[in-house]
């Protein structure tokens, strides 16, 4: 059904955008000038007693928990003692009482630095997370208490970290209603962490955009200068563009770059919270937690110096070699990706239509074959909503906070029974009933299936044009297995390899994110059901998971007896 040199044709443009993406690398935007070295001014061993003396005082420190609100009256009280002009902000979040401690000191200019540390720990003790980003916190508002600043230095002890980072979204949310204008947020992570498996500079986000170029720069020549290292380059193009279509941004950054805030997160265990054996005071090696300290400061300084922020560089970006690939090129290939299966369907779906035979009543069968992921993507949030399993909030959580048990197998269990069980009950009661659709190895079926495809891609394109590129491979090679006539082992291998992208983004967050395949199957659960992942989104991967489907019948109907 397909003609090929129509095929063949249609991929013209796409050797096109190949060339002009190759042509659209360019230089990172400069980095903010480093300040004067800070040698003297983050004492590791004076920073490490601080977290003792916070662990002493309040040694369970979880949202909503008394140690919790003593440890905020900590922070209140010294910063209102070095200068600062303190506030609490008191709030709740499902009933669980929290608490925004806010310092500010002008500076010259309205302009604002924020320093950003989570305050409620995300276990016990959790001296290397957020016992140690407190007590940086408050060094770093001891140094700044004695120096002129030309902007306005806001250092936020917040609540809520290990609820979605609803204590940061709200600072935010307060400064933006008041007028004000925030150059950059530095968010301090396990600072007090004895290693990290990667890059010490995170600013992922929940959705396409990606932090800015030069405040990374900014923070990763800072860490050099201090520490020796910013821990590695990051993550390979591929995987760069797997987090870009499936965006997960986990930390108080996440969400901040969501809403358009520039923000960086300098962590200290990377992009993970500590593991638990490595979250007691013992693990604070004083050397390397001043240093990072330190480099928190030659950020501050080197921001408060520029009269610009560092330019932000592309919204959406790949970095190669030490060079940018900007998303506009990406989004252009995916386009020009997406046309030769978008016409080479249109083109088949002319030719069966001209041979008599039916199409139109094969969408309904397509449309079948989605019901049992939406089934399945009810039966979560049934599940959420029963009290069955855990609610999780709107911002990604740290794997590293999330349990995996015996319940959390049981849920993503049933949701698995649900999704096969309705394909069974109610997809082929449909098939039933309708006695012409009985076999999908007819042209109509792989002509129906071919333009779903096409038109899923197309929105998803529309929402996520990262997403759209990886779906380009599924779409082209899954339209040629159902559309042309060919031997079942090619139609297998062409399916097969239609779904290289989907390994290659669980493989990706599996790495990045330690997550066993149990732990990855239940993190999906709570990102889908807590809304992180995006509503739209979410139907989109339905959609694409049902005419995942419908090509598996269509190929299993040509290898039956005809």
């Known amino acids: 059904m397909i003609q090929p040199r ?57 949202a909503g928990r008394p140690g919790d609100e003593r440890a905020a009256n900590r922070v209140a009280t010294t910063l209102r003692g070095l200068g600062y002009g303190t506030s609490h902000d008191r709030f709740t979040d499902d009933g669980v009482p929290l608490d925004n401690v806010i310092g500010r000191r002008p500076g010259l200019s309205e302009h604002e630095l924020v320093v950003l540390a989570n305050r409620d720990a995300l276990s016990v003790p959790d001296a290397t997370g957020s016992a140690a980003d407190t007590a940086a916190l408050i060094a770093v508002g001891r140094v700044f208490s004695g120096r002129a600043v030309h902007k306005t230095i806001v250092l936020a ?71 020796g290292t910013d821990g590695g380059s990051g993550p390979a193009p591929l995987a760069q563009l797997a987090r870009l279509a499936f965006p997960v941004g986990i ?25 638990p054996a490595e979250g007691g005071p013992r ?31 592309p919204r959406a970006y790949l970095t190669v070699g030490g060079q940018v690939m900007p998303g506009w090129a990406l989004a252009l290939l995916a386009a020009t990706l997406i046309l030769p299966a978008l016409i080479a369907s249109i083109d088949a779906l002319a030719r069966v239509r001209r041979r008599g035979h039916p199409v139109v009543r094969w969408f309904w069968w397509v449309a079948a074959g989605v019901v049992p992921f939406l089934a399945g993507l009810g039966a979560a949030k049934l599940l959420v909503v029963v009290g069955l399993a855990r609610d999780a ?21 049933v949701v698995a029974v649900i999704v096969v069980g309705s394909w069974v009950l109610l997809r082929s009661p449909i098939l039933r009933r309708v006695r012409p659709l009985s076999n999908p190895s007819a042209p109509g079926a792989a002509v129906a299936t071919a333009l779903a495809m096409c038109a899923v891609t197309v929105g998803t394109f529309v929402v996520n044009p990262y997403a759209a590129l990886l779906l380009a491979l599924p779409l082209n090679c899954w339209m040629v297995a159902v559309l042309t006539d060919t031997s079942l082992a090619r139609r297998a291998v062409l399916v097969a390899i239609g779904l290289l992208p989907a390994v290659l983004v669980v493989a990706v967050y599996m790495n990045e994110l330690d997550l066993g395949p149990l732990g990855a199957a239940w993190y999906l659960f709570l990102l889908v059901t807590g809304g992180a992942a995006g509503v739209v ?6 959609a694409v998971l049902g005419v995942f489907a419908s090509v598996l019948a269509i190929v299993v109907a040509h290898a039956r007896p005809q």
Do not use: K
């Open 251 to 275: 930390g108080a950054q996440g969400p901040l770059l969501t809403d358009g805030v520039p923000a960086v997160r300098i962590s200290g265990s990377g992009e993970l919270a500590p593991p």
């Open 283 to 313: 693990s604070i090696d004083p050397t390397r937690y001043g240093a990072i300290g330190r480099s928190v400061l030659r950020i501050i300084s080197a921001l408060d110096g520029a009269r610009q922020p560092p330019p932000h560089g």
């Open 6 to 62: 129509i095929y063949r044709a249609a991929f013209l443009p796409a050797l096109l955008a190949v060339v002009i993406a190759a042509f659209s690398l360019e230089g990172p935007p400069p980095a903010a000038p480093q300040g004067l070295p800070a040698d003297v001014l983050f004492d590791g061993s004076l920073a490490s007693s601080t977290v003792n003396t916070i662990l002493q005082d309040a040694p369970d420190r979880r």
């Open 537 to 542: 989104p979410t139907l989109l991967g339905c």
């Open 157 to 227: 002890s917040v609540d809520g970290g290990s609820r979605g980072n609803v204590g940061a979204q709200r600072f935010v949310d307060a400064e933006r209603q008041a007028g004000r204008q925030i150059d950059a947020v530095i968010v301090l992570s396990a600072t007090g962490a004895p290693r990290s498996p990667g890059s010490l500079v995170i600013d992922w986000s929940g959705d396409t955009r990606r932090g800015g170029l030069g405040l990374h720069r900014t923070a990763s020549d800072s860490l050099r200068a201090e520490l």
């Open 393 to 413: 909030p709107g911002s990604a959580l740290d794997p590293r906070g999330v349990a995996v048990n015996g319940a959390a197998a049981a849920n993503v269990a």
